[in-house]
């Protein structure tokens, strides 16, 4: 288990990113035991938060910025993330593999958003987990997030065998609570294979 005391210091001390750090730690407890992935973990701060509160996971830090991954050893002191670069579009992965999937802030910025979550859904085991984040406020004009949200949605129903829309998010060890939705700061999707 990894160290993230000086880090969670620091991630509070920043509201701005407390919620965006609190998503890694609630969805971290959805996920069954086994391998998961956070797809677009740039420097590996949500892997580190995730494997904090579920020692029962092993989570892969996968971006296709390499300069991120590398940087990723500068901030977390301890080297037990597993990282690995690649475009999500082609996860170097087998068919039924991991058992959790968080895409925090990723899905919104890919080529191909569809490509993405086809691959996800064929790297999930049967019965696991894909937490999809979204930012709601901060997406430029050309990305309408209802359609994204309806486009997401359209694509749960196709691939998984249910998924669900959470109102709201919470952080237990500050007491924090966010709600959730398209009306919201942040959307949010956790769909099952």
Known sequence: MIEIVPLWNQIQKRPDILMHASIYQWAAKIFQPGWVMDLGSEMGIG???????????????????????????????????KRIQGDGAFLPLGSNTLTGICLVNTIHITEDPEKILYECCRVLKPGSHAVICIPTRQLPVRWHIKTLSENIHNLAVELFSDFFLPDHIS???????????????????VCMK
């Open 47 to 81: 892997a580190a938060l995730m494997e904090s509160v579920n020692e029962e996971i092993e989570v892969i830090a996968y971006d296709i910025n390499l300069v991120s991954l590398q940087a990723s050893t500068e901030c977390i002191e301890e080297k037990v993330i």
């Open 171 to 189: 952080n237990k060890l500050t007491g924090h609570r966010w709600e959730v939705g398209l009306d919201a700061d942040l959307y949010v999707t």
